[in-house]
């Protein structure tokens, strides 16, 4: 089925970003859900979810620097969700292993 617009490389690149953040902030969310209760809202895991984005593409390739993107996003999860180092860290945990099944399911790589 076509896309109902012009369909260019770029187009198509911002299309699949678009549909990854979103499916992965749903699943940040429902990660924080879980450990946060209702206070977790889904506009905050949209901004948690490109902020690692963004941290994770800064600081990738070597062990030291993921283990400093991994600090830093856990301290954004911890600054965003107002919770401790221990239930942030449950938050990703929980958001890495819930992002790699639907990303399996769906055949695609999740922002986080």
Same mark, same amino acid.
């Given at each position: 089925?076509?896309?109902?617009?012009?369909?260019?490389?770029?187009?198509?690149?911002?299309?699949?970003?678009?549909?990854? *953040?979103?499916?992965?902030?749903?699943?940040?969310?429902?990660?924080?859900?879980?450990?946060? =209760? #209702? #206070?977790?809202?889904?506009?905050?895991?949209?901004?948690?979810?490109?902020?690692?984005?963004?941290?994770?593409?800064?600081?990738? =390739?070597?062990?030291?620097?993921?283990?400093?993107?991994?600090? !830093? *996003?856990?301290?954004?999860? #911890?600054?965003?969700?107002?919770? =401790?180092?221990? #239930?942030?860290? !449950?938050?990703?945990?929980?958001? *890495?292993?819930?992002?790699a099944i639907? =990303?399996?399911? !769906?055949g695609i790589q999740l922002?986080?």
């Amino acid at each position: 089925m076509a896309l109902p617009f012009p369909t260019t490389p770029e187009t198509l690149a911002i299309l699949h970003f678009i549909i990854v *953040w979103l499916v992965s902030s749903f699943i940040l969310w429902l990660s924080a859900r879980i450990f946060v =209760g #209702k #206070k977790a809202s889904f506009v905050v895991s949209t901004v948690a979810a490109v902020v690692g984005a963004a941290i994770f593409s800064l600081f990738s =390739g070597r062990l030291l620097f993921t283990l400093i993107a991994l600090f !830093l *996003w856990l301290f954004v999860l #911890k600054s965003l969700f107002n919770v =401790g180092w221990a #239930k942030a860290s !449950l938050i990703a945990f929980a958001a *890495w292993i819930l992002g790699a099944i639907v =990303g399996w399911l !769906l055949g695609i790589q999740l922002v986080f």
